[in-house]
């Protein structure tokens, strides 16, 4: 196999198979489970994530490992200096990586159908 390793707990995808592609291979990601087909369709959509601290985290979804850390490129960190008032500072930080066990809150800019369609994981 050439090409550069990739780790077994990421689901990595090329930008270009997921745009020119609604059905790209799942078994290139080394899983065909239907959770693992639904993630695929959030790649690159913009997805805002809460932390337990109060700030939020804005960019694209990257990819997602087995423990539930989540990746974002282009991401914006967005605090407030109190807690009650909306979020006032923000700076761009590019590619972050998100712990499952600091997450408070996420939601994806898609549709309303596949909002639904992603609360039944079966």
Do not use: W
Request: glycine share 6%.
């Amino acid at each position: 196999m050439e090409g550069p390793s990739v780790p077994p707990q990421a689901i990595p995808v090329s930008e270009d198979a997921y745009c020119n592609s609604s059905t790209a291979p799942v078994e290139a990601a080394g899983s065909s489970s239907p959770a693992v087909a639904k993630l695929r369709k959030l790649l690159f959509r913009r997805m805002l994530i809460g932390v337990n601290d109060g700030r939020y985290f804005l960019g694209l979804f990257h990819c997602i490992d087995k423990q539930g850390n989540i990746i974002l490129q282009d991401a914006v960190e967005y605090r407030s200096a109190r807690h009650s008032s909306p979020p006032t500072e923000q700076r761009c930080l590019g590619l972050i990586l998100i712990p499952a066990a600091c997450r408070s809150s996420c939601q994806v800019d898609c549709s309303i159908e596949e909002k639904m369609s992603l609360l039944c994981l079966e």
